[in-house]
């Protein structure tokens, strides 16, 4: 990662979206700043590419749940005008929705991405649990894909069937490994024209990112983690990546933050730029 200053000469755009509203469980706020302050413990990606960053700071966080989703909406429609793709430091994964519908208005077949534990489809978890439903609501979005999953409800799992929602559990992913999963999420998102890609750490085991809202054991481990974010960057049409969910006050010896920084910086060192 090489930081710039000016949008024509960076090939990424970073920013920070600091929301913890609208959950019970506050300590998401802060993950921007930590995860950014590790950036700088690593010398070179591990794929040897070097991507220019610019880095575009925080989005304020407003007195409102409400608020602060327009504003994330109406700034994020700006950071997409650039026509870079986008990284996004969380937050809770409430920020996902309005970073979707923003890309919206630039793309007409939109594919997500979504690595969590869980399916996040209930419809009464205000705003948090409801976020599959809330992007498929989205006229733009034709296809999401879950990675992950590891624990749901009843209801969540008719909500995918009902919906076609493809999924790859934990138990598939160990038993077939993350190039059949990369192999799974191009043939579901063939034809999109945008790709974006959603990454809650609950995702990963709480042994190598406790600093999280929601323990969930049973996770990738950060080998696999890293693997499929490198490999996710070769896809064609990335235009966005969010990172969410990473409690700085849950975490322990800031091991999430680091490994949230790793994740993000071999992402985005990973991307090829068309
Ligand atoms: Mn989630």
Redesign the pocket.
């Known amino acids: 990662m090489e930081f710039v200053d000016k949008p024509e000469e960076a090939d990424v755009i970073l920013v920070g979206i600091p929301m913890d509203q609208g959950t019970e469980k506050r300590g998401c706020a802060n993950a921007p700043a930590t995860v950014r302050s590790y950036f700088d413990n690593f010398f070179f990606s591990e794929t040897c590419g070097v991507r220019r960053v610019l880095d575009r700071g925080d989005i304020v966080e407003e007195n409102t749940f409400e608020c602060s989703t327009d504003k994330i909406y109406s700034k994020m429609c700006d950071l997409f005008n650039l026509k870079r793709p986008v990284i996004t430091i969380g937050g809770n ?1 409430s920020i996902t929705f309005p970073i979707v519908k923003a890309l919206s208005r630039f793309y007409n077949k939109i594919g997500v991405i979504h690595i ?3 399916p ?1 489809a209930q419809i009464d978890y205000y705003p ?1 649990g409801d ?1 599959i439903p809330n992007i498929l609501s989205i006229p733009e979005v034709k296809k999401v894909i879950s990675i992950g999953l590891r624990n749901w409800s009843k209801y969540e799992s008719s909500f995918l069937e009902e919906h076609k929602v493809p999924y790859i559990t934990m138990n598939s992913l160990i038993e077939a490994g993350i190039d059949y999963c990369v192999e799974k999420i191009k043939m579901a998102l063939h034809g999109c024209d945008c790709i974006y890609i959603s990454f ?1 750490i ?1 995702s990963i085991d709480p042994a190598f990112a406790p600093g999280t809202g929601w323990i969930e054991p049973g996770g990738l481990t950060s080998r696999q983690a890293i693997e499929l974010v490198q490999k996710l960057a070769k896809l064609e049409n990335v235009k966005g990546f969010d990172l ?2 990473i409690n700085v006050k849950k975490d322990s010896k800031d091991m999430t933050s680091i490994l949230g920084a790793k994740l993000i910086y071999e992402f985005s060192n990973a991307l090829v730029i068309r």
Do not use: L, M
Request: charged residues 45%; aromatic residues 0%; negative net charge.
């Open positions: 994964h969590d534990a869980h996040d948090n976020i809650d609950d969410v969910e």
